[in-house]
């Protein structure tokens, strides 16, 4: 869109130039929970976060690392699960929505034949834009 194109470029609206904010601040904390693989025992879990050219992180940790969980106990769905509990609590600033932020998610383990660090799955998501659960 051209109105995303100008925001990109660092053009403001006439509006946004008056004697007002400058800068948003959107804040994200939770955890990441754990993950349930069939057939897989030690788990964890890499997260980073992809934004924009105009965001920037004001507090906390862009990417990081769980630890090493091995899947036990039983989820409701049946299986074994893998619980990290890993806190965020990241802030970012911007000036513009335009490249809002996503959390990208990995998960690796070890695969049959007992070789570590190999990737099981991934996954990303837009930071939710109001807050709440």
Not at 6 to 22: E, F, K
Not at 89 to 109: E, K, N
């Amino acid at each position: 869109p051209p109105q995303a194109a100008n925001c990109a470029r660092g053009d403001r609206h006439p509006l946004a130039m008056s004697s007002g904010p400058s800068h948003f601040v959107v804040m994200a904390t939770g955890q990441i929970e754990g993950a349930k693989f069939e057939g897989h025992d030690s788990l964890y879990c890499r997260y980073a976060f992809s934004m924009g050219e105009d965001w920037t992180v004001m507090k906390g940790v862009e990417e990081g690392i769980t630890q090493l969980s091995s899947a036990s106990g039983a989820s409701a769905e049946g299986g074994q699960v893998a619980v990290w509990n890993f806190p965020i609590d990241v802030t970012f600033r911007s000036t513009c929505a335009h490249g809002w932020p996503q959390i990208i998610v990995s998960v690796y383990g070890t695969d049959a034949f007992g070789r570590s660090d190999m990737i099981l799955g991934y996954g990303a998501i837009h930071l939710p834009i109001a807050p709440g659960r």
